[in-house]
């Protein structure tokens, strides 16, 4: 059985930073590509970044190139998200989804679905 578990959301003020982690069980890593998704109250879910665990590229939404990188320890099959110069807007439930094979960005191809954190940018 596929678990994925995030962790590291909380409160932060605009400008600081936060580290989201995403700790996989069930799968074998190198086949998956994980991503970060996030929803906002009333919005829908969008992608945020993505990591292809077989060869380590990744990807990243303009909204957040430049501040985010997504890193991921194979070993450990876990996901990092390090999130600096937050900004209000980056104010959501953020999830790390999994699908089995190469890079797309819809979230409707993710097949296994963390519980979310949430992260919470004050001004």
């Known amino acids: 059985e596929v678990q994925l578990v995030e962790s590291g959301g909380g409160l932060v003020q605009a400008g600081g930073s936060l580290r989201l982690s995403c700790a996989a069980s069930g799968v074998t890593f190198d086949d998956y590509t994980i991503g970060w998704f996030r929803q906002a109250p009333g919005k829908e879910r969008e992608g945020v970044s993505w990591i292809s665990s077989s060869d380590g590229y990744t990807y990243y939404a303009d909204s957040v190139k430049g501040r985010f990188t997504i890193t991921s320890d194979n070993a450990e099959n876990t996901v990092y998200l390090q999130m600096n110069s937050l900004k209000p807007e980056d104010t959501a439930v953020y999830f790390c989804?999994?699908?089995?094979?190469?890079?797309?960005?819809?979230?409707?191809?993710?097949?296994?679905w963390g519980q979310g954190t949430q992260v919470t940018v004050s001004s």
């Open positions: 989804a999994a699908r089995l094979g190469i890079y797309v960005s819809a979230y409707v191809e993710y097949d296994y």
